[in-house]
């Protein structure tokens, strides 16, 4: 485990960490400078451990919010303010060149965006006084009280989305990753939340068996090339699927597979499924059910690495054990607060928030299992792969 402490370097509660990988940190600070806000963004060199600044701009609207998204050579920033304007800029991560600088007017208010991958970003929109008859045009087309666009950073350009399960979608439900060398684009389509779904099993006389939650694959050349197209229907094929008697949840993915958490409510049954993802062959691979007798328990599972804890509590502790990729068997004070993460499958990660009416201070604690140690910090904490992040 490699410990950054950033603390020094992070000087306000307005800074955003942007991508931690082996050698640099990236993120963003944004401050006010001779009366005028300005968003920096930055570069911490972890082998020479010093920052650098790759680019500095000015925010004339103080109500924007920042979407940042990091690619191997890129960082793209989408500026928005809920209404029909939104700027995007990408910046070269080893220069600090400025590749593009633009404005987009849109039809409705920005909602929601996601980048697929350095060059592609999903805009979505809602409805606004000044384009309601465009979105009634839109909604007798798809379906969808919302607008979705795929814009070209490249060509500076953007295209209507009509495939109906992507305007249903939203930017969390938008999972791209690499297989063989061919992007790919995952598209996850749940039905409610984990709650509502089992409240519809309940209620399946009335609803019927159409309550369904979907997981759809595509690769993503052939997306972007339907939607330029102006295709009613992007090509993606069903990968998994669960109607109302039970569940399928994305758990997480790591080199080789992707995960998933699967529910089948009429036997409790729980267990988390992987499905390769160059061959596609679909495994269960951990069953997250508790033994008779065995106290009540909750899972933990790590969307980066695709790792699964099961967290049991005792009288003055937790109780970790691995049950996916790990083979951890810990217990740590209650003291430390909620479970977080645990690293190289000897320390663990703990997150304490002491809040009032009026303040909320957070604290996070490394616990080493083999000697017992114990650290806590009066930060936030960022744990990616076997480094971890204070700031």
């Not at 990988?21 to 451990?49: C, M, P, S, V, W």
């Not at 404005?103 to 350095?118: H, I, K, Q, T, Y």
């Not at 197209?229 to 998994?240: I, K, V």
Request: aromatic share 12%; charged share 30%; proline share 2%.
């Amino acid at each position: 485990m490699k410990v950054v402490d950033l603390r020094n370097i992070f000087a306000n509660c307005n800074d955003t960490l942007i991508e931690v990988n082996d050698h640099f940190i990236y993120y963003a600070e944004e401050k006010q400078e001779e009366g005028h806000n300005n968003l920096f963004l930055l570069e911490y060199n972890r082998d020479t451990q010093r920052e650098r600044i790759l680019s500095t701009y000015f925010l004339n609207n103080p109500t924007f919010v920042q979407h940042y998204f990091s690619f191997p050579d890129d960082i793209i920033i989408l500026l928005e303010s809920g209404g029909s304007e939104a700027w995007i800029l990408r910046v070269d991560k080893h220069t600090g060149e400025e590749k593009n600088l633009v404005r987009l007017g849109l039809v409705g208010e920005c909602s929601d965006c996601a980048a697929l991958d350095e060059s592609h970003l999903i805009l979505y929109t809602r409805e606004n006084e000044k384009h309601t008859r465009l979105f009634r045009e839109y909604k007798k087309r798809t379906g969808c009280s919302k607008m979705a666009y795929l814009y070209d950073l490249n060509d500076e350009t953007y295209f209507f989305i009509h495939d109906p399960r992507v305007c249903m979608a939203d930017s969390s439900g938008l999972i791209g990753y690499e297989s063989e060398g061919e992007k790919q684009l995952l598209m996850l389509q749940p039905h409610g939340t984990e709650a509502e779904k089992e409240k519809y099993y309940h209620d399946r006389r009335w609803v019927g068996d159409s309550i369904c939650d979907r997981v759809w694959l595509c690769p993503l050349f052939d997306f972007i090339v339907s939607v330029k197209s102006g295709e009613e229907r992007a090509p993606f094929e069903l990968l998994l699927s669960a109607d109302t008697e039970g569940l399928v949840r994305y758990a997480g993915m790591d080199e080789e597979n992707l995960y998933f958490r699967a529910r089948y409510f009429p036997a409790n049954d729980q267990r988390l499924c992987a499905v390769h993802k160059q061959s596609g062959k679909k495994c269960v691979v951990a069953e997250l059910n508790l033994g008779q007798g065995e106290r009540p328990a909750s899972f933990c599972i790590d969307m980066e690495t695709g790792h699964a804890y099961r967290i049991r509590e005792a009288e003055d502790t937790w109780e970790v054990d691995g049950v996916l990729n790990s083979v951890v068997h810990a217990s740590y004070s209650k003291e430390l607060g909620e479970f977080t993460a645990c690293v190289d499958d000897r320390f663990i990660i703990a997150r304490y928030v002491l809040a009032d009416d009026t303040d909320s201070f957070e604290f996070n604690s490394i616990y080493d299992v083999q000697t017992g140690e114990q650290k806590s910090f009066e930060c936030r904490c960022m744990v990616k792969g076997s480094t971890v992040v204070l700031y």
